[in-house]
């Protein structure tokens, strides 16, 4: 059986990052990668394809030439965790031991969840930016989009990458617009949540962006069928605690746009390391299991309460970075995450809100006032951020904005 002292389950933005940052660190054939898929993409690149501003090709690389040099990719799935023995069991059966392990195996959509779904993703009209399956789809259905209801939804779960549901919203009626077909069209935001946006700050500017743009923001509104032959979706509405009250409600559409509801990966729910929601148990400062303290988690796949991003991932590294050395040293962890995310909310074709917070505090990198849709933000998301994670983050290179922020906070004269 094979053994090595650093196992990373996943070579995503989070497993790539740490098995990059421990290669450099271990000696070489020490570090084993996990990770099924031939394809590598840049995920938050997607919501840009969906609205035809890059192309997918540009967004995908192949692992192979992403698996750090020195590190041992097992082109596998993990199916069964075994933190009593230190031990994982693939898919095809080989059972693995390690030393340490990092989990970072994400968090997995759900179009199941939703009756119908699977199908009607395959049939005109339905879509969704959050798979790479169907994200050109979006940009073709927005392209031949000639008149009646487009409905763009958010689940009734976790989500990776909140703000995305309605940046493929905005980003379509700035399209429809520059086709002369946007009042054809009645464009209809479907929340599970109780407000536009999970942080408060920001509530303000997008409310005001969604009422420019007369798109009808419905809350309190959870998708839960799809039906493909009339073209209905339909929605359960739920009550202040969030749970259903078993009111349906149905509305017929042209254009449907699925953000699907998100778990816990199978492997790991059923593992000793989930906690009851099915999310890795983890202290959420140090990033340490809160049951095997010789495993981390880095990524979405955590209960920590911050907003799952990849600009969270950048900071996770950073931490895991440290205090798994220390671990491995026999020390104490003791760096701290500060629950950092963000979410570069694209408001139309040219003009983002860069949102960046934790879930105590707005945490913004540059002394402007972000909350302000701009071009200048829309160019970073463009250009610099796509950068920034393909030769910063997944090699270990990018630990996250903080240090910018400290010092553009010595500039703020307040
Ligand atoms: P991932 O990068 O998803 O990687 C998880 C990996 O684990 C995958 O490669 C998977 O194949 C592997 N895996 C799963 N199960 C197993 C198993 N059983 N065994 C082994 N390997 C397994 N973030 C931002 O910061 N800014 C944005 O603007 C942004 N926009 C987004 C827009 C969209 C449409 C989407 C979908 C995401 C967006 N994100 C954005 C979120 C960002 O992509 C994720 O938060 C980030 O990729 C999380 O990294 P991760 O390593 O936790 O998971
Ligand atoms: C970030 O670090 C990151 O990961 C590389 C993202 O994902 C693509 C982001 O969207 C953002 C905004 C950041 C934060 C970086 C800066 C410079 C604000």
New binding site residues.
Partial sequence: AKHFKLLV???????LGIASKFTRKLPSGSLGI????ED?YY??G??LVGGGLMTLDSNRKKQVNLIPKGATWIQD??ETFNPSQNTVVLRGGEEISYEYMVI???IHLRFDMIKGAVEALETPGVCS??SPFHVQKHYQEVMNFQKGNAIYTFPNTPI??AG?PQKACYITDSILRQRGVRDKAHMIYATSLSKIFGVDHYVKALEKVAQEKTIEVKTKRNLIEVVTNNKKAIFELLGDDSKPTGVTEEIEFSLLHISPPCTA?E?LRSSHFADKTGFMDVDPQTLQSKNYPNVFG????MNTPNA????S?STHLKTVDTNLTQVMQGARPFMKYDGYA???LVVSTNRVILAEFSPNEILETTPLNQSKPSYWAFLMKRYILPVLYWKGLIKGHWNGPSTIRNFSRLLKTK
Avoid: R
Wanted: proline content about 12%; some cysteine; hydrophobic content about 30%.
């Fill in positions: 389950v996943g070579g995503g933005a989070g497993g996990i990770e099924p898929l590598h995920q938050p997607f919501t799935k993990v970072a195996m994400g930016n959050y990776k990458c995305a990966p492997p880095v990524g979405d796949c799952k991003t990849a600009a991932v963000s979410c570069p």
